[in-house]
């Protein structure tokens, strides 16, 4: 059964900072892998979605990369903000027609 | 436009009642889901559906029965409510059969508190 690990739980840097949120999966079968940002008492926001067969995805400062044979994903924020504040999860899709599996998330806070 | 919406934002009620979650999604997707995020964050799978046939069903107590009239809608009816009810709920859709590159979109989450 698909398990996702995130490392750290929260994470707090001052900011202008660089910064990577690690995921961890434990079956590398996988469809795609998605990042998402949840704002407090909000939805979820997808960010970036890495398909299998890539190896990164790039959005303004994000760039996610994705390593299948060792089942991990990496989340690097540049140049960090306070907007940037926020719980990030991590979630893998095992196959076509399955639910995405989330990660419980890292909780940036960004200190200006 | 919101693309996925989900009614009401909040719902506050007794135990023992039974209450309904309604999800509208005009993104012309195929598949919507039912997720579970609980007092720890933890977001867990509950129910898919696609083109209203349901494939997907987690082990979730039988008080909960989703219903999807039209590939547009699904709604979340819970019987019976139990404390350990309390949660926030998200509705969700995509579209299968685009491939591997077809992202999750969420509704704003409907927080169900049980007292």
């Known amino acids: 059964k698909q398990e996702v690990t995130q490392i750290p739980a929260a994470l707090s840097v001052p900011e202008g900072e660089n910064l990577v949120l690690n995921c961890s999966f434990t079956d590398s079968a996988i469809y795609n892998l998605q990042w998402f940002r949840q704002d407090p008492g909000k939805g979820l926001t997808s960010l970036l979605l890495?398909?299998?067969?890539?190896r990164e995805q790039t959005s303004g400062r994000l760039n996610a990369s994705l390593d299948k044979s060792s089942g991990r994903s990496t989340l690097y924020i540049a140049a960090s903000q306070p907007g940037d504040s926020a719980t990030y999860l991590c979630?893998?899709?095992?196959?076509?027609?399955?639910?995405?599996?989330f990660g419980k998330g890292t909780t940036l806070s960004v200190s200006s | 436009d919101t693309a996925v919406s989900q009614t009401p934002k909040y719902l506050v009620t007794q135990m023992g009642n039974d209450k309904s979650i309604k999800c509208e999604q005009n993104?012309?997707?195929?598949?919507m889901y039912w997720y579970k995020q609980d007092s720890k964050k933890f977001l867990k799978i509950m129910f898919s559906?696609?083109?209203?046939?349901?494939?997907i069903n987690e082990t979730v107590p039988n008080r909960f029965s989703p219903k999807s009239p039209d590939k547009a809608h699904l709604n979340l009816h819970i019987n019976s409510l139990e404390l350990g009810d309390s949660a926030v709920y998200f509705c969700?859709?995509?579209?299968?059969?685009?491939?591997?590159?077809?992202?999750?979109?969420f509704g704003s989450g409907t927080q169900l508190s049980v007292l």
């Open positions: 559906y696609n083109n209203k046939e349901l494939i």
């Open positions: 890495i398909q299998s067969s890539q």
């Open positions: 969700a859709s995509s579209q299968d059969g685009r491939g591997p590159s077809s992202k999750l979109f």
């Open positions: 979630a893998v899709k095992g196959q076509a027609g399955t639910a995405l599996i």
């Open positions: 993104l012309g997707h195929d598949t």
